[in-house]
């Protein structure tokens, strides 16, 4: 109902030639203005041209990489697997987990200039007692020390440079795989569209990236690659300043008089007394005038409410749901921030079990896939009215609804790791929504757990830990409680500000999160390596120190801490942390393979055969590492 005018915009645009016509689109407006129900008309209207198309939300998005890997799978389903982009994003991820555990890699170049002192001495050392040891010819062969001293300073640096989180070509080189991709659809089809949709979320992960993409930085954009994005507010002015003159600006408004009637008339409202009375209340939002709409008023009276005109409206839509199971599953429903048919099985009353398709069907439920959400308007009155007014289904859902995510997360566990955890969207989606409703549930004894575990989201990644503070802040939100409010605030702002958002979380964390002595060894443990990562090795040992003082029985602390002194030339001291490290993790692949090395650099060789056939033994992975030392040598 109405848009008519954008709607005639966008299709005129795919009639035109791409030269001219692919410039990206900006729809902005308040919420429950309709822009999302925009986009999916215009989607309808690309398809109907030809156009392949992808759209993701704040549901798909909290990093660059998983808006690639949704984008190009719902353009798989359309033209086909994407199979340069696969490979590449698969690379990447293997890289992001050797990172987590890393090993020295090949692909750095030789050292300008005379190797290190530390890598120098080693090899010396290692030549040395090589030459005594009969059949290590291969290391013997070596034809000067120099030389064999740069190629382990190019290991080492090509182990420092893989493990840097974000650093590195790999980000980059699974875009360019992307745009490649785009560039081989759009010689098949006419066009391909790519929405991005509550641009007020996504862009707070995207905005960078999608202003490169527009910039050819990935490579050359076709020409007929159309980029939608829909929120609620304009583009940052400074940022978009060189694209601004290619957007096309699409701001929309509220619907006009004639514009609400005529959707009032077409959901049989059209008793005048009623119809001025949406006029009034609704003031045109085309979400209200539908909600209003739904809930088929009779007279003015049932329309006119006190109070805020969301509240209001969404109230009156649920008073007017005539049928109680129904009522009740709508009221119930909204206090998961989304849904699927098992989250609906548990938070929808026992006899209404039947319902799912029905709430799917509303108005204000959308959603691609398996998951639905509730529009973040209706979905916000709903929660409000319910801790206001309702305490005791407040009190009785979110328990509910944590041990059910509680018990799925346990089902998610079997098999995966624990180190690897974080980084599985299954297990990580029902830790994320367990700790939500334990939060809504009880703010007060849960902050201090929630905290603790955010301490561990870091070591996903950055966008892993940014998922959890969206988290914090929609609990904030939807309890407002003040020590929450505060927290979310606190790392929101660390995140935005800083250069480097996880140090800087773990920071605040440290500051003013009053951790537990295990919690807080961890957090140490991660500020630590996060430090060697950054070339700040002598903070990363302070850091470690402190983590293992908290915690001797932190594994990863020691494992850590010796990986640093290796990387120092501190040989001796390294071998006795990853001694204890192992003492504490005997099947810890990454230590036994850092530990191997670092006997092998002191030419302890029978010492190193065994840790690196052990850690090969456990881990498949560290072959590379025993791999690249062969051709080095």
Request: aromatic letters at 6%; hydrophobic letters at 45%.
């Amino acid at each position: 109902m109405g848009r008519r005018e954008q709607l005639s915009l966008f299709t005129e645009n795919l009639t035109k030639d791409p030269e001219a016509a692919g410039f990206p689109f900006h729809v902005r407006g308040v919420g429950g203005v309709g822009k999302s129900t925009l986009l999916k008309q215009w989607q309808d209207v690309a398809r109907r041209a030809g156009a392949v198309t992808a759209v993701v939300d704040e549901n798909d998005v909290h990093g660059v990489q998983q808006a690639l890997a949704e984008l190009a799978r719902q353009l798989a389903e359309q033209a086909g697997p994407l199979k340069e982009f696969d490979r590449a994003a698969e690379k990447y991820h293997r890289e992001q987990e050797a990172a987590a555990e890393p090993v020295p890699v090949e692909g750095a170049p030789l050292t300008e200039g005379a190797p290190s002192v530390s890598s120098r001495v080693m090899t010396q050392a290692a030549l040395g007692a090589a030459s005594q040891i009969l059949g290590v010819g291969i290391v013997t062969s070596m034809a000067n020390p120099d030389a064999a001293a740069q190629g382990l300073d190019r290991l080492r640096a090509g182990a420092r440079a893989r493990q840097r989180r974000g650093g590195g070509a790999g980000p980059a080189e699974v875009s360019r795989a992307f745009v490649s991709e785009l560039d081989r659809l759009c010689d098949r089809y006419p066009w391909v569209v790519l929405f991005f949709d509550t641009w007020e979320q996504t862009g707070r992960y995207l905005d960078g990236w999608i202003r490169q993409l527009l910039q050819d930085a990935f490579g050359p954009l076709p020409v007929n690659v159309l980029v939608v994005l829909a929120g609620r507010d304009e583009l940052a002015e400074r940022e978009w300043a060189p694209l601004r003159e290619l957007m096309a600006d699409v701001p929309l408004g509220v619907f006009t008089e004639a514009e609400t009637r005529a959707l009032l008339a077409a959901r049989g409202v059209t008793e005048p007394e009623v119809v001025d009375a949406v006029l009034h209340l609704s003031m045109g939002l085309p979400l209200l005038v539908g909600l209003l709409a739904l809930a088929r008023p009779n007279r003015a009276e049932d329309v006119d409410a006190s109070g805020d005109v969301v509240d209001a409206a969404v109230e009156r839509f649920v008073q007017c749901i005539a049928d109680e199971q129904r009522r009740e599953t709508v009221l119930a429903c909204a206090l998961a921030p989304q849904m699927n048919g098992d989250v609906f099985s548990a938070a929808a009353p026992r006899e209404a079990q039947g319902l799912w398709g029905w709430l799917c069907g509303q108005p204000f439920v959308s959603g691609r896939g398996d998951f639905k959400q509730y529009h973040a308007v209706v979905r916000a009155s709903m929660v409000r009215h319910q801790h206001a007014h309702s305490p005791q289904r407040w009190a009785a859902a979110h328990p509910h609804l944590a041990a059910a995510h509680a018990t799925w997360r346990t089902a998610a566990e079997q098999g995966i790791a624990e180190a690897k955890r974080w980084s599985d969207f299954r297990w990580r989606r029902h830790r994320l929504d367990e700790t939500y409703h334990q939060l809504c549930a009880n703010p007060a004894d849960q902050l201090q757990t929630a905290l603790e575990q955010a301490v561990h989201a870091v070591q996903g990644d950055e966008a892993v830990l940014r998922q959890w503070i969206g988290m914090l802040e929609l609990a904030a939100r939807d309890t407002a409680d003040p020590a929450l409010l505060t927290w979310a605030d606190r790392l929101q702002f660390a995140v935005a500000a800083a250069a480097d958002p996880i140090l800087a979380s773990l920071a605040v964390l440290l500051t003013h999160g009053r951790l537990n002595t295990t919690a807080r060894a961890w957090a140490q443990t991660y500020t630590g390596r996060c430090l060697y990562l950054a070339d700040r090795e002598e903070e990363a040992l302070v850091e470690l120190d402190h983590a293992i003082a908290n915690d001797p029985r932190n594994a990863k602390a020691w494992g850590y801490r010796g990986d640093t002194h290796s990387w120092l030339g501190h040989i001796d001291q390294a071998i006795a942390d990853l001694t204890v490290a192992l003492n504490l993790e005997p099947t810890h692949a990454w230590i036994l393979a850092v530990r191997g090395e670092a006997h092998r650099l002191t030419g302890r060789y029978r010492e190193a055969i065994s840790d690196l056939t052990a850690a090969l033994d456990l881990d498949a992975s560290v072959a590379e590492a025993i791999g690249v030392f062969i051709k080095a040598a």
